[in-house]
């Protein structure tokens, strides 16, 4: 079993910054790519910002293009989003996916979702 616990969540005012961590756990054999998505009340989730293990390569969605930054730490197999100059409407849940090989997955990717971290940006 794999675990992906976020953290670093909370209360932000406009134009503010905060940095929110995912560390995967548990019988991880590599792990193909990283991602944080976001969901805000009574709307689908979506994709914020992806990276890949192997190149680095990494996809952000428009309205987080210049102003977050996702990374890799590959030796704690941990993911962080930096989000700088935050505005009221990035309020949602942000949860952590990983693409994860395990031990027992003969090879193949298998999808692992966190439990979600609360980011508020509110004055």
């Known amino acids: 079993q794999v675990h992906m616990v976020e953290s670093g969540g909370g209360l932000v005012q406009p134009g503010g910054s905060l940095r929110i961590s995912c560390a995967a756990t548990?019988?991880?054999?590599?792990?193909?790519?990283m991602a944080w998505y976001r969901q805000a009340p009574g709307q689908e989730r979506e994709l914020v910002a992806s990276i890949l293990s192997g190149s680095g390569r990494t996809r952000y969605q428009d309205s987080a293009k210049g102003r977050f930054t996702i990374s890799r730490d590959n030796a704690k197999n941990t993911v962080y989003l930096q989000m700088n100059s935050l505005k009221p409407e990035d309020t949602a849940v942000y949860y952590c996916?990983?693409?994860?090989?395990?031990?027992?997955?003969?090879?193949?990717?298998?999808?692992?979702w966190g439990q979600g971290t609360q980011v508020t940006v509110s004055s």
């Open positions: 996916h990983g693409l994860v090989v395990t031990t027992t997955s003969g090879g193949y990717g298998v999808e692992y």
């Open positions: 548990g019988n991880i054999f590599s792990i193909t790519a």
